[in-house]
C-alpha cells in the first residue's frame, strides 16, 4: 500500500489496471489540432523593431487537441477512435496518415471541404515559448457533419466502454452534437458508456449529466463566477458546478497544487501533485482527460482513476512542449 498525502492506493494494483488499458475500448470525439513546434535561439534584438530574432534549428508537428488525447491514449497501449472534423487540406491528410501510422482508425474523422484544418503555431526560443499563431476557423461545424458523427457514434455505440469529450472551442462541441450522444448513450447503452469531458470556458451548458469533467481553476472559476484561490473556494466551486451540471464527478486540475476530486454523493479528495518540477503544462489537460478516461474503462473506481492521471500529469509537465506518457513510465512513477 502507497500514499500521497493520506490518500492510499495499491501500487500493484494501478499497475494491472495500466496493463488493461489495451483492451479498453474508447471513443475520442473534439476538436483536431496540428501543433507545430519552431525551435531556435535568441542571440539579438531586430533593427527593424524592438523585438527578438529568432533563429530557426528545427521545426517539428505533432497532433493537437483531441488528436493529442489520442495520442495519449495510444502511448499508453489502448487503441482508441478518434471523432472529429480536419479540412480537406494537407493538414487533415497529415494527420490522418499519423493516425494511420499509428496503426489507429480514421474512419471517425469527417472531412469537410472549405474549412481549414486547425494548426498551432509556437515559436520556442532558449527554451522558452516566445509567441503562438493559430491558423483555424472556430465557426460551428456543418450539421452534416454532426449527423455523420453521431451516426457513426450510434453505429459503434455497443463496442464502446467511454466517450472522453475534447472541447478546444473550435466549433465542433456544440449543443445539437452533445444533445445527440446523450441520448444515444442513453436510449442504446443504458447509461453503461462512461462519458468524460474535458471542459472549454463558455460551452459548460453543453455537458449536463456527464460523469466527470476536468475543468483547471481558472475554467472552473469562469464558470461559477468567482476566482478559485484556497480551500474554501475550491469547495464551493466544486461544489457548485456538481449541482448545477448534475454530473456525477468533477476533477478541478490546480497545477502545481494538483488536483481535487468531487464526487455526487459528497467526498472530497485532494490529490497533491508529484511533480519533481513543472517545466511546461501545455497538453497536461489531455494527458489528465485521457489517462482517468481509460482508467475508468478499464473498470477502475473515480478516486483511484483520479490519482492514475495525477501521476500521468506529474510526468508531462516535467517535459517541454506537448509530450505523451508511457505505459512503463506511468507505472515507474506509481512506485510500489
Request: net charge negative; aromatic share 6%; hydrophobic share 40%.
Amino acid at each position: 500500500m502507497a500514499e500521497i498525502n493520506g490518500n492510499y492506493y495499491h501500487a500493484e494494483t494501478l499497475k494491472k489496471y495500466v496493463d488493461r488499458f489495451v483492451d479498453a475500448r474508447v471513443f475520442v470525439l473534439g476538436d483536431i489540432i496540428m501543433d507545430e513546434y519552431i525551435w531556435g535561439n535568441v542571440t539579438r534584438i531586430s533593427p527593424e523593431a524592438p523585438v527578438p530574432v529568432v533563429d530557426v534549428e528545427q521545426e517539428t508537428k505533432m497532433l493537437g487537441g483531441a488528436a493529442n488525447v489520442i495520442r495519449n491514449m495510444a502511448a499508453l497501449g489502448a487503441r482508441p477512435v478518434l471523432c472529429g472534423v480536419v479540412g480537406d487540406d494537407s493538414t487533415g491528410e497529415e494527420i490522418l496518415s499519423a493516425l494511420s501510422h499509428m496503426g489507429l482508425k480514421t474512419d471517425g474523422v469527417v472531412r469537410e471541404t472549405g474549412r481549414p484544418t486547425s494548426i498551432k503555431t509556437r515559436i520556442v526560443a532558449n527554451n522558452q515559448q516566445v509567441v503562438r499563431f493559430d491558423r483555424e476557423s472556430r465557426a460551428d461545424v456543418r450539421p452534416e457533419s454532426i449527423q455523420k458523427l453521431l451516426d457513426y457514434i450510434g453505429e459503434n455505440l455497443d463496442t464502446i466502454d467511454a466517450i472522453v469529450v475534447s472541447d478546444y472551442g473550435k466549433g465542433l462541441i456544440s449543443g445539437p452534437l452533445m444533445m445527440g450522444m446523450r441520448e444515444l448513450c442513453q436510449s442504446r447503452s443504458g447509461g453503461k458508456v462512461v462519458v468524460a469531458v474535458d471542459p472549454k470556458t463558455g460551452n459548460f451548458e453543453y455537458y449536463k449529466g456527464v460523469d466527470v469533467i476536468t475543468p483547471n481553476h481558472h475554467e472552473a472559476g469562469v464558470f461559477c463566477g468567482f476566482e478559485v484561490v484556497d480551500k474554501d473556494t475550491l469547495k464551493q466551486a466544486g461544489n457548485q458546478m456538481l449541482n448545477a451540471l448534475d454530473c456525477r464527478s468533477v476533477l478541478i486540475t490546480q497545477g502545481k497544487y494538483g488536483m481535487t476530486l468531487f464526487e455526487k454523493h459528497g467526498s472530497i479528495t485532494h490529490i497533491p501533485t508529484v511533480a519533481k518540477k513543472v517545466f511546461d503544462v501545455t497538453g497536461a489537460g489531455d494527458t489528465v482527460i485521457g489517462t482517468i478516461s481509460l482508467g475508468l474503462a478499464a473498470g477502475l473506481d473515480l478516486k483511484s482513476a483520479a490519482i492514475l492521471s495525477n501521476f500521468a500529469a506529474g510526468i508531462v509537465v516535467g517535459e517541454m512542449g506537448t509530450s505523451a506518457v508511457r505505459a512503463e513510465e506511468l507505472k515507474k512513477a506509481i512506485g510500489v
